[in-house]
């Protein structure tokens, strides 16, 4: 099977195409340049590096959320352009699944932070029994306060990563009693082949929608549905 | 932009372009062929759902327009009766607009573009809102004026040629259409307000309250509508004050009289010192029945041509990017695959 994959869903912007057990080409770029700018031409890349025919894809994988709202769209416009285009059926992939995913294997908690802004980090708590992966606590939007007093109440070891890390490390420092570290570089960011590796396991247990259903799971509402909720609350 | 080897001149065949619209709180798309005959055109609008907000919230057209994208653009190649590799090529709106929904569009039309080796053309909004002029009327060609008013923009332009502009003036402040908006608001119409003023209007007296026709110093074509919005708040802020009960409808009118006017007059003004025979209007504003009224009457005195599209061809759509896509086209004109969104795109600038 092979699976053409994108995680565009925060700082870095990446691209792989993933056929049964072998990466064929993976592209990743953690640099300033927005998404829109930089996806479309990596995947053009790794098409004209590894002669890629578009027709023997099988399925798209995306990182759905949560995220940048835009980053979010991007990567599943994109998606969907493709999907109409090719016809091919999208995989959503939970983006902090597929950031616990870069570290197979480990038994100790493996807790993914991204920077959700608002003082609150996007995150969950997972683990891996044999080579699967075990979500103790499901991707979510809260205070790193919350997410740490969950690790702390587990009390195993436990091994951060995501852009959330530099953002929160302080506050890491001062609130974790448990033994913990930070993953290494090379496998600390979101990464396409993650995505990929996961969705294919999704695929298989029939985590699969048509190009035209698929919408990116935010986690949240919009600042002005927030708003407008809690105004209807009120009043 | 890349300008390429102009080989489409060798070849008779007909050219089809799909076309994707997504820079507000429309999701549209549409297949043009050989740029004046609409095959499809397709628009899910979402103004129900802003109108709980009392005008268009970005993050919810651009949640929206991830929601539909797909689907108006299936139903646009289905009503148009063409599959995707008889289309000859890919145009999208790039700006101006709100970044969030062009970026769904532009992601859109990138991945179909790559997908299908087809080219890819970014177009500006505003050219697509001239281009509409082009659809139902067969004969029109440049040099011509144009007046672009709508939401978010008002222009006075000379299209010297398909695809060339000069700009003779703009808004200093509020477009024409945000000023309806607002007034609307403060009468207590709602969202959207043009529509909704326009057909108050016709039950009000124009010439009930005289609101200010404000010009802009040493800039003949600028308009300048916050004032007039200001004049019309007071009013009814000083009314409220002395106990006079409002006549909506008076106010409504007299408003609407006093943009009419000052479009009218800086519109023509133009038409007769370029000396020109043609004058056409674009955007949502266009659609008004009583600016419509003033500008015909006034051209057939003048003995000028105009021009204006019909309402669903002023309002936000895709059929107005194939066109100006189309034209681009032939021009040789093809955008690469880092093509961003730019929010705020200026008139003939690529």
């Known amino acids: ?235 | 932009m890349i300008l390429k080897d102009l080989t489409y001149m060798d070849k008779k065949e007909d050219v089809l372009i799909l076309a994707i619209e997504s820079s507000c709180d429309e999701t549209a798309a549409a297949v043009v062929k050989n740029g004046r005959t609409v095959l499809s055109n397709i628009i899910s609008s979402q103004i129900a759902l802003h109108t709980l907000y009392g005008g268009v919230v970005p993050e919810i057209a651009s949640r929206k327009h991830i929601e539909k994208i797909n689907q108006v653009i299936e139903e646009a190649l289905l009503k148009a009766d063409t599959k995707l590799e008889d289309i000859t090529a890919i145009a999208v709106t790039y700006g101006p607009g709100l970044v969030g929904a062009l970026l769904v569009g532009v992601s859109e039309a990138k991945a179909i573009s790559f997908a299908t080796r087809k080219p890819l053309i970014g177009v500006h909004h505003i050219e697509g809102h001239i281009s509409a002029n082009f659809i139902e009327n067969k004969d029109l060609e440049p040099p011509f004026v144009c007046l672009v008013v709508s939401g978010g923009h008002t222009h006075l332009v000379v299209v010297r040629d398909y695809g060339t502009y000069e700009i003779l003036g703009c808004t200093r402040d509020d477009a024409a259409g945000e000023a309806f908006d607002k007034v609307a608001r403060a009468i207590g119409l709602g969202y959207p307000g043009g529509p909704k003023i326009d057909r108050l209007s016709k039950e009000g007296n124009p010439e009930a309250i005289a609101f200010p026709r404000a010009k802009v110093d040493g800039a003949s074509y600028d308009f300048s509508f916050s004032g007039l919005k200001s004049a019309v708040l007071n009013y009814l802020n000083s009314c409220d004050m002395k106990g006079i009960e409002i006549n909506r409808a008076d106010v409504a009118a007299s408003f609407q009289k006093a943009v009419i006017d000052v479009l009218v007059e800086h519109s023509l003004h133009a038409v007769q010192e370029y000396g020109f025979r043609k004058f056409a209007i674009a955007g949502g504003v266009a659609s008004n029945s009583a600016l419509r009224a003033a500008f015909k009457a006034e051209c057939a005195k003048r003995n000028i041509t105009f021009y204006h599209p019909s309402p669903v061809l002023c309002t936000d759509n895709a059929a107005m990017i194939g066109t100006a896509g189309y034209y681009e086209y032939v021009k040789g004109v093809r955008s690469s695959y880092d093509l961003n969104a730019v929010p705020n795109l200026k008139l003939g600038e690529r």
């Open chain 1, 1 to 235: 099977m092979k699976i053409l994959a994108l995680d565009s869903s925060g700082l870095v912007a990446s691209v792989a195409v993933v056929e049964d057990d072998v990466t064929v080409a993976e592209y990743t770029l953690n640099y300033k340049k927005t998404h829109s700018q930089t996806l479309l031409p990596m995947l053009d890349e790794i098409r004209r590096m590894t002669e890629l025919d578009l027709n023997t894809i099988d399925a798209l994988a995306v990182a759905s959320g949560p995220g940048s709202f835009t980053g979010l769209r991007i990567g599943s416009a994109t998606a969907k352009g493709l999907g109409l285009a090719l016809s091919l059926p999208i995989i959503p992939v939970p983006t902090v699944d597929a950031l616990a995913y870069n570290l197979y294997g480990s038994e100790k908690l493996i807790c993914p932070l991204m920077d959700a802004r608002r003082n609150q980090v996007y995150t969950g708590l997972y683990t891996f029994k044999g080579d699967t992966l075990v979500t103790i606590e499901p991707q979510c939007a809260v205070d790193i306060a919350d997410i740490i007093s969950h690790i702390n109440e587990i009390g195993k070891a436990a091994v951060f990563l995501g852009d959330g890390v530099c953002v929160y490390q302080e506050r890491i420092a001062g609130l974790v009693r448990v033994s913990y570290e930070f993953a290494p570089p090379c496998c600390n960011r979101q990464r396409a082949a993650c995505v990929a590796a996961l969705g294919e396991k999704l695929y298989r247990a029939g985590v699969v929608q048509e190009a035209a259903q698929h919408t990116p799971d935010y986690l949240r509402l919009s600042q002005a549905e927030r708003e407008r909720n809690q105004k209807s609350k009120e009043g």
